[in-house]
Nanobody
């Protein structure tokens, strides 16, 4: 079973920093794109940052210059370094990945999957 597991959320004061991590586990052949999305109470889920297998990145305008996304392809892990946090950054952060799994018995490639993590709460408050 292929899944994403996140960690690193919590409570931080305005201006502080947090680092989120997300690891994909299971029989994975490749991961084309990994990213972070967030959903604040009463709002839709929005893209925060994405990174391709070749490390091309994209950011929401609201986080440019403050957040940095990176990944470790060998460990199937994506990170989100969040600096200069603001109360408006308060949300549940979800990891997302476009995964190509393989059948661990036959070794054959399986259909691509879009996976979501369980979400981790980030609260920015004094």
């Amino acid at each position: 079973q292929v899944q994403l597991v996140e960690s690193g959320g919590g409570l931080v004061q305005p201006g502080g920093s947090l680092r989120l991590s997300c690891t994909a586990s299971g029989s994975i052949l490749s991961i084309k794109i990994m990213g972070w999305y967030r959903q604040a109470p009463g709002k839709e889920r929005d893209m925060v940052a994405t990174i391709t297998e070749g490390s091309t990145t994209a950011y929401a305008d609201s986080v440019k210059g403050r957040f940095t996304i990176s990944r470790d392809n060998l460990k199937n892990t994506v990170f989100l370094q969040m600096n200069s946090l603001k109360p408006d950054d308060t949300a549940v952060y979800y990891c997302n990945a476009d995964v190509t799994p393989y059948d661990y018995v036959t070794g054959y490639r399986r259909r691509d999957l879009e996976l979501w993590g369980q979400g981790t709460l980030v609260t920015v408050s004094s």
